[in-house]
């Protein structure tokens, strides 16, 4: 009887040695499967602040290159107003230059 109940014991105490294993490996497979899923996030979340960076910085020069165009724009506006505006009175300047020179060489000979 004794030699039954000390196997039951051993018996028992085996059972239990197994069920800590299982329960240890287990602990193990689910620390890894966590530290796995935790890396996923990370990278995941690394791409997403890329992906955003990337389409701001894109967004940026997008608008950078309208304000150049919208710049440069109104620079020709304005030099095709100042050209129509010495065009318009080149004539009389011309007219006035040649009419001081005139002047110049009458008063000089």
Do not use: C, P, W
């Amino acid at each position: 009887m004794k030699t039954d109940v000390l196997k039951s014991i051993r018996e028992t105490e085996e059972e239990y040695q197994a069920m800590i294993r299982d329960a240890q490996a287990e602990r193990k497979k689910n620390l890894s499967d966590a530290e796995l899923e935790a890396d996923n996030l990370i990278v995941k979340a690394q791409k997403g602040a890329e992906d955003y960076r990337n389409q701001r910085l894109a967004e940026a020069r997008a608008q950078a290159q309208n304000r150049y165009a919208e710049i440069v724009r109104e620079g020709e506006t304005r030099a095709e107003a100042l050209k129509a505006s010495g065009n318009k009175n080149l004539a009389e300047a011309v007219d006035f230059i040649v009419t001081r020179f005139k002047e110049h060489l009458h008063v000089k000979a």
